[in-house]
């Protein structure tokens, strides 16, 4: 079987065209999709500085350098399955209700045709409509990769925003906490008790000290562990890196991971059972030289390397 | 009697310091201020690119340029009245009604203590609030610089937004339509009634079209006309000058008005009786150079002075 | 008859989904389009400052801002006929002519469909290869916004450049130089005699020096006399404007064209036969706060405006 | 007891209200205060490129970010005494002497009221005022971070300069060498000998590549080893980071510290007593996305953490 | 006779080679010299914002666009006489006075060996040196276009600075004050004073605000007949531009001079016995897009063309 | 035997003068000088990002911060050999094989002068025709430091392009497969056999994979192992480094070489005989806040050091 290629940067160049994410062919026939690349472009939980609403045009833009095989896995998602660029949600410009509905409505409608989601947000708040969407009665694991644990109660009293997503989603049931990593945790505390919650509910918290001083392969073992053989979601908060590979974000928090240690977890995930996943809290506005963007389209490659793995090539 | 001075920057240089506007006393006691500068960090409503919430903290760093008299009309307005910085307006992060009350309230409660209210937002709908809060039972006249007319009844289903605020303010009745001037309305057209409610309603709408034809002095003369010894209103939406002169903006509209230009219509309002004002729409992240910022700063002096001059120096 | 519409950004808001030029459908049957915006993304032959290239896709970003209607005119070009994004010119990476030959056969393609051309360069050298898609015989009209005459014989040994493309159109009777004019021109000269070509052949050479002494009204109507009631192409090489309206761009000639003068002298020009048109010499990697890409979209969209006047309504 | 704490992050938007250093409050009656938070904004000395007198302004604004708990130690250092921002020191725009006595006299007046010392620079210099004012009588241990020794015996002829800081710290008697440690030293040399005064003097040099050798561990307990229970100043020249992670600086040292590992090595010294500290030479005009200046906040933040552990919870 | 002629751009691309002023011969022997290019890298005299020394470094890059001729004169300098970089004033890093005596000593060399001298600045006390080093005996008549008179007594207690410039240079008897234009000056005033001195002096001061009332022609003509046929120096403080035109500089003043109407009344006084000129006030660290110190380059092309004129071709 | 120093930067301020590499003298008597630095502003091959042209005029400007001695080694090249900036190849703008026979050419010529070559590309095809140019008919080991192998058959069609530039130099036989080593690769893959041929041709290929995985020291004693004793050329592709490090250049691929890592490396090469190096595809137009310049700047000084550490001190 042969699947619909993206452009082949070999012979047009990359310059050409209208981006779409890693030059995927644009597929409105959502039956013919296996894998959907797709923007959410809100940012209106942003409690600081907005401009995430602009992260699917510019990350498309930027994924442009994205070739075709994983160096170290081999994978060669585009071969595997029909990766698609399936368009963005249609986020409301201030209707914050209406934005998060249309991000459930889109993820069901994607899993209504079989096709996995992998989103470039926007804001944090997107993992919730999309593991809503995604949910078809059995939590999820989850692996997140984030300097803050987003699991406050309220946050300027809302129950459903970037800091609080979740919290809200392990209330609802959409994830199993016992199959939970949180990784890269750091950054200044409100009071000390912000991983409280996570831990509480039996997630494994690794904070960026933890996983400094255990390693980077145990670390990745840790996540194997945890999420083991059950579907698997993950989201990459942009924040998780260090500012200096991520200077476009709404709150920089020094100290954390490099693209490399990113890359090579990530890697190390292959053949979990990854569901779905997404990439948030990308600004461009505040983005310098292309690095945050070029960055956060590299990690959608890794997890839709991830997605395709377990499929046959 | 004298008042409390800005910083003398004669004395102790620019650089040093935390900035106020214009490195004006920041002054609690509202019963000792005649003039209140105070930011509006909100930019709920803006439709296409955020980030004028930022405006208060960089305008207030750009003003560190402002001397004390104005080159054309000699006024001083330190000398004149106590001038103060108030502060901002406490904006909620996403509660767009929050926001707005909030600004009424405080301008109200300006207005309470017979301080004059000189705003930096903010996304343009801090217009309308601002009125609200000044209002006392007279609708005001309004000189509203502008590349829109900001009169849409709804914007994407919400009736108090930026691109409304103007004919809210009309149903309200916080401004007299006859008293009115819309100038240097341009850009492209939605499907061009964008401009019938304000020439309806009665306003004097003056797009840059008319303005180039008229000419500067005509459009002054036109200006002081319409507005006579009515109390008047003051707005500077910040995409009313040339995007040069203002890249950051949500939205660029080639073809405005030059800082010149500005100075020597708002220089020749000198006289009109101006109760308050603001200079809206300037977004920081957008910015390049402090081009937005520094233009900001300076017209909101222009617009202060204009304030001023009615008082006894 | 009705057309397709662009994204209506009342409603979809701009920030959402893959951009197209001035949101227009992408539309790949050819038969159904009357005007085509397409990219030519090619830098080849600048002997300065290249990248040029990212032009198409940087324009295509900026142009999210434009509406329906030209605020002079009146004109709404995607209500008078079918306009579409065709899509780029594929260029070569480093086969200067084939690049060339590419342009051509794309816009000759566009001209076997009835499709007339408005396209973003890309170096200046893309108006002689659309000039040859588009020739059936009869030479052209041209009006030329630029700061160069581009009619040397030879640039640094070649002689399809930039810097030449005026004069081999002539040379290739594309142009009728009795029906061209060249406005703009200014900034230091190689050595004096820089528009003697252009003159002796016969074209109307307006510097900057005469625009500026003659008026803008005087120029416009020369303009309107020269070309009369030929079919006539329009390019704007960006660096006609000021580099204030146009830093990015490869080489900068202080003391040019403002946007406003720009609109008036194009929206001046409705009515006449206007076949195709490009925008060139637009550099994103060296823009600043988009004000460039800004403009070039506004220019398209005027030279658009243009080309749809004579189409009934 | 309890002590007028910074806004809360949670309740007041971070992009409310004027800056002052991590949202401290602003107290100008020292005798309230225990560790006193101050600019610097002084850069006279700058043999290259200037511009770190514009860091106290831009460090306020970017310190918004920080809360209030130490992720690693749990410190809150506002829990455990008066936290305050205590203004700029005043220094004279070209007048360099009179810089460095206002240096001195501004840190002398704090120790006068029992308030500690921390401050923003301001190129190296201020270290040495900065002692001069907090000495009373016992040389000081010190910890510099620092891509230089700065122990030149001139500079371009002046002995008091920010390349001479030190080795002057040291004649003056107000550091005691046995208990000084230099780490991070690189870069290219003026003649190789650039370290001799330091070592020669019994300062413990780390140069990067021991640092490298001997693993963040070792130079953690050699810190430690040095300082002992000695009263002990910190200051962090900006450049002994990475310049990826302080492009903002007046010269560039590529191969330095990490923030990650900056923060370690910080909060590795709680329970030394140290007595003051600076983070010196942030340039903000050379600055890119913030890094430069929101690290210098978050080091701030771990030697005020620093400061505050040994004060009573 | 012939001269050593700048690179020919025409045959060695501008991105190649070391860039020197206009390409120009860098030439050490002064006696082969006619008109000598140079740098002054001093800023220790700005009160806000310093960088100004690395203008020369910038402007010498952004030179190389410049060509030969004069498109408006017709002149092309550099067959008229030799033209060369003749390098920089070694400013001394910290040492204000020693700075100014080498700029002083470096002029006065220059004159030493007939060759006439045109800097590039550095912060504007650079016109007094320079008058020292050019002074023959007779006072020079002066152009200077700027937004601020430059006539203060002290300014922060000093005499000789960028703002007290050109009173240091009346008192000394450098100009003749009856031959002096000061042309632009604007912005907010320090106390409305600022211009009374050179009033007082008999300096024939245009502000801006005259500028525009009398229009460019009656300005043009009022500099011809104030200079007469004296031996004249001119300045061009880069802060004469408005902003948008020079945003790399110390105090943005907006409402100023385009760099059209400064490229036409240079050019208009040709023909005036221009012996020596300056560009001052160009920060590249402040500068985007490279905007200012492109105009910086022209405006010296345009002087050095002054300059030139007069001397056979 | 004394050499002509660079300027000496603690006396004559680093931004004063005309910026050569390092500030080493320029002399044009090849006679004279032993190394020679030297730009070749090429990027005509470049299929995504231009700008390399720029990059010798940009690392110029960023080299004044060079000192005289390594750090770590010691040495001090400037006095162990006359070290010289020998100007840029005269590239033509857009010729492209005339460039790299100007490149042949001029390294030829150094050769013939006894100047080892070391360049500032410069694409990195600037590699094969200095290998050629400096051949002396037995092949050359080479280390080389990149993200990609280089070593495509063509490159939309071409042969001597960058991403082709070592299989060309070892089917010429200008280097010894056996003697080579890659390092750093990584990267999305074409189609997974991007390294075969240089590993089938005997190279030593280590990925970052690799690399990360066998650690620096192995890494390090691998490199010294597969040169030996052999005369090695060192190229050092920019994108080799993490984009953090290097955002200026064509494509960016994250996950890859530190500066302290790249410094620790090449200074580890000490005593290998290296007779010639370049660095490569810096892009300064797309560079932020010059780290790319800079770096660029130190990398060639640590070859520098490599190249002169053989010869007598």
Chains 1, 2, 3, 4, 5, 6 share one sequence.
């Not at 290629?5 to 990359?14: E, Y």
Request: hydrophobic share 40%; glycine share 10%; with cysteine.
């Amino acid at each position: 079987m042969s699947f619909e290629q993206p452009v082949d940067s070999g012979k047009i160049a990359r310059f050409v065209d209208i981006a779409t994410f890693m030059r995927a062919p644009q597929i409105d026939d959502l039956a013919r999709v296996d894998i959907g690349l797709f923007g959410i472009p809100f940012d209106l939980g942003l409690a600081y500085r907005p401009g995430a609403r602009h992260a699917p045009a510019a990350v498309r833009e930027a994924s442009r350098v994205i070739r075709r095989v994983n160096p170290t896995t081999g994978i060669n998602p585009f071969e595997r399955c029909q990766v698609a660029d399936v368009g963005d949600v249609n986020c409301h410009p201030y209707d914050y209700d209406a934005g998060i509905d249309a991000m459930t409505a889109f993820v069901r409608a994607l899993r209504g045709h079989g096709v996995a989601p992998l989103a470039c947000g926007g804001d944090h708040i997107i993992t919730l409509p999309c593991l809503r969407g995604l949910y078809d009665g059995t939590p999820f694991a989850l692996v997140q990769f984030d300097s803050h644990s987003d699991t406050l109660d309220t946050f300027y009293g809302r129950r459903v925003t970037h800091a609080t997503t979740i919290r809200r989603a392990h209330e609802e049931g959409l994830i199993d906490a016992s199959r939970c990593v949180q990784i890269g945790l750091r950054g200044s505390l409100w009071d000390g008790s912000d991983f409280d919650y996570a831990r509480d509910a039996g997630m494994r918290v690794i904070t960026y000290d933890e996983y400094d001083a255990m390693g980077r392969d145990a670390a990745i073992a840790e996540i194997r562990r945890v999420v083991g053989s059950h579907p698997c979601y993950v989201t990459y908060d942009i924040d998780g890196l260090d500012p200096v590979y991520a200077p476009g974000t709404a709150v920089l928090e020094p100290g954390g991971f490099s693209m490399r240690d990113s890359q090579v977890i990530l890697r190390s995930m292959t053949g979990l059972d990854i569901v779905g996943g997404d990439v948030a809290e990308v600004s461009p506005p505040l983005d310098v030289g292309g690095i945050t963007v070029t960055n956060a389209a590299n990690l959608m490659f890794e997890i839709l390397c991830l997605m395709a793995a377990p499929r046959s090539s």
